[in-house]
């Protein structure tokens, strides 16, 4: 079983950046693919990037590709924000699951935390 607990969300001017860390718990984090989702008010909650459990393949929705980078260490998993958008502003969740595949599809996903909330001010 893995527990996650987000953190580093914040207010933050359009254009700014933000890093979100992801902690988890657990002797077997480093056999997890893990995601960053988001939902933002009255919206579904969607797909930002995910990382094999390796580190070694990335996915990122196409509305963050080039202004943000998921990583990962042996115990966290992070979220670099660059150059963000008033339309980046939501809850962002990080999530973990056994799997390698269709790290985009939430269903994917068996541990999710609690979420951190991101707002991007114009």
């Known amino acids: 079983q893995v527990q996650l607990v987000e953190s580093g969300g914040g207010l933050v001017q359009a254009g700014g950046s933000l890093r979100l860390s992801c902690a988890a718990s657990?002797?077997?984090?480093?056999?997890?693919?893990m995601g960053w989702f988001r939902q933002a008010p009255g919206k579904e909650r969607e797909f930002v990037a995910a990382i094999t459990w390796s580190g070694g393949v990335t996915y990122y929705a196409d509305s963050v590709k080039g202004r943000f980078t998921i990583s990962r260490d042996s115990a966290k998993l992070y979220l670099q924000m660059n150059s963000l958008k008033p339309e980046d502003t939501a809850v962002y969740y990080c999530a973990a699951t056994p799997g390698l595949l269709s790290l985009w599809v939430e269903n994917e996903y068996d541990y999710w935390g609690q979420g951190t909330q991101v707002t991007v001010s114009s």
């Open positions: 657990g002797r077997t984090f480093n056999t997890y693919s």
